[in-house]
């Protein structure tokens, strides 16, 4: 029996929207991340440091690779005010938790004005909530961020537990975060309903704990591609749109 439902948030539960965050370009036609220019003004504003386009993106990036080394590499997550701390020590910043905070808020503000949320969702959740405990398992550095795209959203009513990994120092498909749902929810692994769409990180995460795993393909460019070059486990069913879901679920309870 299925008792419980865990969702993914980007992609999933509502739209990252990429192509709003694609690389830009700048002088000499370099491409650069798209919330990079305005990290390099608040440097500016904030810290006072002379430093190039250019050479800020370069410093970003090289952060950045040293950072996960320790941290993603190893399924633990970098929050976002942590990346932008290191940041700002590198740029020899005077005041760096003020300098590195600056950063998260426009960073983040970027990323989340890119989100949508599907209008059918809330209906989904709606229905779904009335026979089974629902959750959130996302990775996600800030999850101030992340839960106000819940609450922007009104999904955050239907849910029984939120389990970012920020909060919990764990990304997926690392075990740990999953088990946290289901402490949470108070259930078996094998009662829960993991929906997401990524494979390494949802499916093969999900179903390293014996969670049921469901494949949303919504958001996924080639589903067919994706499935011949992974590695891991198959999903358990795979659906193009969550309005597929509470019918799904209802099935597998009486078969």
């Known amino acids: 029996m299925i008792r419980g439902i865990a969702f993914d948030l980007f992609d999933t539960l509502v739209d990252q929207n990429h192509e709003r965050l694609a690389p830009i370009e700048i002088a000499g036609g370099r491409r650069v991340g798209a919330t990079t220019p305005s990290l390099h003004a608040v440097v500016a504003e904030k810290a006072g440091v002379s430093i190039s386009l250019p050479e800020f993106a370069d410093l970003l990036r090289k952060v950045d690779e040293e950072l996960r080394v320790d941290t993603l590499d190893l399924g633990i997550e970098l929050s976002t005010l942590d990346r932008f701390a290191a940041l700002a020590t590198r740029l020899g910043s005077g005041d760096v938790m003020l300098v590195a905070r600056a950063m998260t808020e ?80 108070g259930l078996a692994p094998a009662e829960i309903l993991h929906v997401g769409d990524k494979l390494h990180a949802d499916v093969a995460g999900a179903a390293a704990v014996g969670m049921r795993t469901c494949w949303l393909t919504r958001r996924v460019a080639d589903p067919e591609g994706e499935l011949e070059r992974s590695d891991g486990p198959p999903p358990d069913f795979a659906l193009e749109d969550l309005s597929d879901l509470p019918l799904l679920v209802a099935r597998l309870n009486v078969s």
């Open 106 to 185: 426009a960073h983040m503000g970027i990323l989340q004005d890119a989100v949508t949320v599907p209008g059918h969702h809330e209906a989904i959740l709606t229905t779904l909530a009335i026979d089974y405990s629902l959750a959130l398992c996302s990775n996600f550095s800030h999850a101030k961020t992340a839960r106000a795209v819940l609450r922007g959203a009104h999904f955050d009513s239907y849910l029984s537990c939120i389990v970012i990994s920020e909060e919990i120092g764990i990304r997926k498909p690392r075990s740990e975060i999953f088990e946290a749902v289901a402490t949470s929810l």
